[in-house]
């Protein structure tokens, strides 16, 4: 019970120590988060919209197969830099982590 307390007293004491630090690079970090999470999730559609724009431009089967290839690469490139805007964002709050185990 009494670690407990003290516990939530540290807790307590960082968060009011801590708040015009965090205040600082709040905005920061959470744009990279939000960047990170669209990057990572729209990702994914890359493939289907880049095969309808290829099959626009391009003659009927390379179309298709020009626009798999480019929506491939551009998935690849989204995800890894939406989980590398996800890790930047999230950096500042790892010093927390501790705290949750």
Do not use: N
Not at 10 to 22: A, E, I, Q
Not at 42 to 60: D, G, W, Y
Not at 81 to 101: E, H, M, N, W
Request: glycine share 10%.
């Amino acid at each position: 019970m009494k670690t407990k307390i003290l516990f939530l007293i540290l807790c307590t004491g960082m968060l009011l120590l801590g708040w015009p630090s965090k205040a600082l690079f709040a905005k920061s970090s959470a744009g990279y988060l939000m960047r990170g999470t669209a990057k990572t999730f729209l990702s994914a559609f890359e493939i289907p919209r880049t095969m309808l724009q290829h099959s626009q431009q391009v003659m009927f089967p390379f179309g298709l197969v020009t626009g798999t290839v480019v929506g491939a690469a551009r998935t690849v490139t989204g995800t890894l830099s939406g989980v590398f805007d996800l890790a930047r964002g999230a950096a500042p709050y790892a010093k927390y982590a501790i705290f949750l185990v």
